[in-house]
């Protein structure tokens, strides 16, 4: 069974960062969660893809709004993911959730495909003022 805890929200100007953290607090031992990803859902919109990474790190996808700006990266021995956000701007406003499955994502398509993931947290609000 896994669990997720997102942490790190907050609100904070244009221009500025914030680092995003997603936990997976409970987990049996043999049960590791293969590829982590984080989405995020504004008010009136969709959720949609922001960042997608493998268990090994070899494999990392960003969605066109954030590269650039935006780093994920996971320590596998604290079982989270974190998501760096630099370079803030109003449009990056939204409830941001953490994803996990325990099957590979071999194509971006996948990857950024939020049907393909079995485990969601509850989501951290991260809201950027002009």
């Known amino acids: 069974q896994v669990q997720l805890v997102e942490s790190g929200g907050g609100l904070v100007q244009a221009g500025g960062s914030l680092r995003l953290s997603c936990a997976n607090s409970?987990?049996?031992?043999?049960?590791?969660?293969?590829?982590m990803a984080w989405f995020r859902q504004a008010p009136g919109k969709e959720r949609e893809f922001v960042s997608a990474i493998s268990w090994s790190g070899g494999r990392i996808d960003y969605a066109d709004s954030v590269k650039g700006r935006f780093t994920i990266s996971r320590d596998n021995a604290k079982m989270t993911v974190y998501l760096q956000m630099d370079s803030l701007n109003p449009d990056d406003t939204a409830v941001y959730y953490c994803?996990?499955?325990?099957?590979?994502?071999?194509?971006?398509?996948?990857?950024?495909?939020?049907?393909?993931?079995?485990?969601w947290g509850q989501g951290t609000q991260v809201t950027v003022s002009s």
């Open positions: 994803a996990a499955d325990q099957r590979p994502k071999i194509t971006a398509i996948q990857a950024s495909d939020r049907d393909e993931y079995e485990y």
């Open positions: 409970r987990s049996s031992f043999n049960v590791y969660v293969h590829h």
